[in-house]
């Protein structure tokens, strides 16, 4: 590899490091449980085209392939702004593992939000939402906020610790992946 094309490939190695490291800065979550219910909200700005943030939060069918715990997600049905997403995944930690299914109705609003709610699967209840807005200094906001109820039994104390860890890391993931991808397409 000839010195100048070599200092290239670092360069580009190094900004897509400091891009990834950007995004990852400016993550907020929280989670909280109440009774049977366990809420989340979490939000990310990052200095990215917001087109790849809408496709990749609307990218359903491989989301498995980078959201940690989700074993598969695929679309089952769609007309213009509804769909319908079946997902398994799993919740575990030490001792405690848990299969989770979910079908979910989808609404989006293309590029500024989309709204899941389950309407089958072993969640009781789950209701989510994902907010894109450009803010006046050129980032891009990504915030989510959802709250589920399983439909199984969750060991006391640190089974909803362990469903909060699950979403704050997927959450990330999402994250990490806009980060990504949004990379790529500069390159």
Do not use: C, D, N
């Given at each position: 590899?000839?010195?100048?094309?070599?200092?290239?490939?670092?360069?580009?190695?190094?900004a897509l490091c400091m891009l990834a490291?950007?995004?990852?800065?400016?993550?907020?979550?929280?989670?909280n449980g109440q009774g049977e219910s366990i809420t989340v909200t979490a939000s990310a700005e990052m200095r990215v085209d917001p087109r790849t943030v809408w496709s990749v939060i609307t990218d359903y069918d491989h989301l498995a392939e980078f959201i940690p715990y989700m074993r598969s997600?695929?679309?089952?049905?769609?007309?213009a702004d509804h769909v319908i997403v079946e997902q398994t995944?799993?919740?575990?930690?030490?001792?405690?593992?848990?299969?989770?299914?979910a079908r979910l109705a989808v609404v989006e609003v293309p590029p500024q939000s989309v709204v899941a709610h389950a309407v089958g699967g072993n969640l009781r209840d789950m209701?989510?939402?994902?907010?894109?807005?450009?803010?006046?200094t050129g980032t891009v906001r990504l915030s989510y906020s959802g709250r589920l109820v399983p439909d199984f039994a969750v060991p006391p104390v640190i089974g909803k610790m362990v469903v909060r860890n699950v979403l704050a890391d997927q959450f990330r993931a999402m994250v990490e992946e806009i980060v990504r991808r949004d990379a790529e397409k500069a390159q």
């Open positions: 590899m000839k010195p100048h094309a070599a200092a290239r490939v670092l360069l580009l190695a190094g490291a950007a995004g990852a800065q400016q993550v907020a979550i929280e989670t997600s695929r679309v089952v049905w769609r007309a995944g799993e919740f575990g930690f030490l001792w405690f593992s848990q299969p989770v299914q209701e989510g939402r994902y907010t894109v807005a450009i803010m006046p």
